[in-house]
């Protein structure tokens, strides 16, 4: 089915440790972004790129890399992991401007 | 800069009843509003989006919202609550860009 993959579902991390959340789209959409969503914090940007070759800080961007790869592959690197970062994350894809968004499924991340 | 402020982070209904969640926007350009729902441990799903064109929108699952710039808001409401209508809706703005800014969310129960 067309739209917005992301592996893993779920994955449980020391804190200190490194990890990627991959996130990939089969609809030819230009802009990518990713999320974490927190209880009573709604939805807070963490990075995006509006195009191919080009990434931007959102909201809450510390201690998050992230790789704009292809047109489709959008990734996610914690370089350390720290507990402040147990979160859902949600990679999103939009068309073009104002269109609205297609969200992955997510990725829930436990940091012990 | 644009925010949105959804107004109760629980709201409950008997099933049949009309169901009204509260969003106002703030926008220093006209924006385009959206309504997305999230079921439990699942993305997000566009619900309907406003775009200029109409300032009735109508979406999926006899959902609607009006936008209303006197007040600057864009309530969703639906005649009659389903069961199936039980979880997390978000209000979310743009302005001239492709980025969402999202509402902190209403969480809906739906009770016999």
């Known amino acids: 089915n067309a739209g917005v993959t992301q592996t893993p579902k779920f994955q449980v991390l020391k804190t200190g440790q490194s990890m990627t959340l991959q996130c990939a789209q089969d609809?030819?959409?230009?802009?990518m972004y990713w999320y974490r969503q927190d209880p009573g914090m709604g939805l807070r940007l963490i990075y995006y790129?509006?195009?191919?070759?080009?990434?931007d800080k959102g909201e809450v961007p510390n201690g998050y890399n992230v790789s704009r790869l292809n047109k489709r592959e959008f990734s996610l690197r914690l370089e350390s992991a720290a507990p402040s970062q147990t979160s859902v994350y949600f990679c999103?894809?939009?068309?073009?401007?104002?269109?609205?968004?297609?969200f992955g499924s997510g990725t829930r991340l436990t940091v012990v | 800069a644009q925010s949105v402020t959804q107004l109760g982070s629980h709201v409950s209904v008997s099933e049949g009843a009309l169901v009204l969640l509260r969003c106002n926007y703030s926008?220093?350009?006209?924006?385009?509003l959206f309504w997305y729902v999230q079921y439990p441990n699942q993305g997000l799903q566009l619900l309907l989006k406003?775009?200029?064109?109409?300032?009735l929108v109508k979406g999926i699952n006899d959902f609607e919202a009006e936008f209303k710039k006197s007040e600057t808001s864009f309530h969703l409401t639906k005649p009659s609550a389903h069961m199936s209508d039980a979880a997390e809706y978000f209000c979310?703005?743009?302005?001239?860009?492709?980025?969402?800014?999202f509402g902190t969310g209403t969480r809906l129960q739906v009770t016999l």
């Open positions: 999103a894809s939009s068309e073009r401007d104002r269109s609205g968004y297609t």
């Open positions: 609809m030819n959409h230009n802009s």
């Open positions: 790129s509006a195009s191919e070759g080009t990434t």
């Open positions: 926008s220093s350009v006209p924006p385009y």
């Open positions: 406003y775009t200029s064109a109409a300032t």
């Open positions: 979310a703005v743009t302005g001239t860009a492709s980025k969402l800014t």
